[in-house]
């Protein structure tokens, strides 16, 4: 019997280019038990292993951590081709898978189960695979996928599936509770696309059972109507030019240059306006005729007051100030002699 391995209390997990096994030849394996708090990496050939290899029974696979990522061919497997095989247990909060596989595989009996769960994310790219395969005329093995608030990714065209096929015995059975599938479609056997099979060679195919919780992305939409307006019920028959009712026909009125003609049966005139041009008399013909043509009125001339330079100023008998000329000096000498008077005593100090 092969001895168990245990890890815990780790912080992260890297196997790179490298494997954690535990095995046997003929008797029973171990158990492999992993706990990781943030995260485990797989990464190229190797992994972590439980097998058996010569009708030996592989005991079974445990794992619990926050990420998992098996990428580069890396896998987690418990496998006995000849013998039965154990069970894999992942608990992870996200679990990614590029070029990466987790596998079961048995030739014995009803073993190699997986079991997914906690998740929110799973992802499948570039050919990956969870599976759990029977060989000879053992029972494929059973894939338990529970994570309700999880979405579970792949890429249609990159081959990645999840199987529970077998050989000669019967398929096995995949119960998928999850939000949302996307990029992975069932389908009753393998294909190059992304597949979620339960196929068995020669006996009968298994079942695959995927729950998404009710939830429908098409239920909510209202189909749309093919018409949206019914354009016969919302033009008036009277408005037909064709329609012969030319007597009952409605009309725009248009002002403006340019624009729409007075009525749908005229052609439009580029020319309408708001109001006709006015043109001058046809018996005027040049301007000579047009001055004459305005009628004169005579007036009596009128003598305006010749304009006279102020050369001073002065006080009217009001007390204003009148600007005066050398001419109005000379007719009152006095009331000029007065303001200066009166401009001296105002600029002498007291």
């Known amino acids: 019997m092969g001895g168990g391995i245990t890890l815990r209390n780790l912080n992260t997990l890297e196997v790179l280019n490298s494997e954690i096994s535990a095995s046997t030849a003929t008797g029973q394996a171990g158990t492999l038990t992993v706990d990781a708090r943030d995260s485990v990496l797989l990464s190229g050939e190797g992994g972590l292993r439980v097998q058996a290899t010569d009708g030996g029974q592989a005991g079974n696979l445990e794992l619990q951590t926050g990420t998992l990522r098996i990428e580069d061919g890396a896998e987690m497997s418990v496998s006995s081709r000849s013998g039965a095989a154990g069970n894999l247990f992942v608990d992870a909060d996200t679990i990614r898978l590029n070029d990466g596989s987790i596998r079961a595989e048995t030739g014995v009996g009803d073993g190699g189960n997986i079991t997914l769960q906690g998740f929110t994310l799973l992802s499948l790219n570039n050919g990956s695979t969870i599976s759990a395969e029977a060989f000879g005329t053992a029972t494929g093995g059973n894939i338990t996928i529970v994570a309700p608030d999880s979405f579970i990714i792949a890429v249609p065209v990159e081959n990645s599936d999840i199987i529970a096929n077998a050989d000669a015995g019967n398929g096995g059975v995949i119960d998928i509770t999850t939000r949302g599938i996307y990029g992975l479609q069932f389908r009753p056997e393998l294909t190059p696309l992304s597949d979620i099979t339960a196929n068995s060679n020669t006996g ?8 998404t919780l009710g939830i429908d992305p098409s239920r909510g939409l209202a189909e749309l109507p093919t018409s949206v307006v019914d354009a016969s019920q919302q033009v008036a028959q009277g408005c037909s030019a064709r329609g012969g009712q030319v007597d009952n026909l409605g009309e725009f009125v248009v002002t403006g240059r340019g624009g729409l003609p007075p009525n749908p049966l005229e052609p439009h005139q580029s020319n309408s ?33 010749a304009i006279v330079e102020a050369e001073a100023w002065t006080l009217d008998a009001q007390g204003n100030v009148v600007l005066v000329s050398e001419t109005a000096i000379a007719a009152h000498p006095a009331t000029t002699d007065a303001v200066c008077l009166q401009q001296q005593t105002a600029t002498q100090p007291h």
């Open 204 to 211: 009968q195919s298994g079942t695959v059972n995927i729950d």
């Open 273 to 305: 306006g708001l109001t006709g041009l006015v043109t001058l008399d046809d018996t005027i013909d040049s301007e000579d005729d047009a001055t004459a043509a305005l009628p004169i009125i005579d007036a009596p001339a009128m003598e305006l007051p």
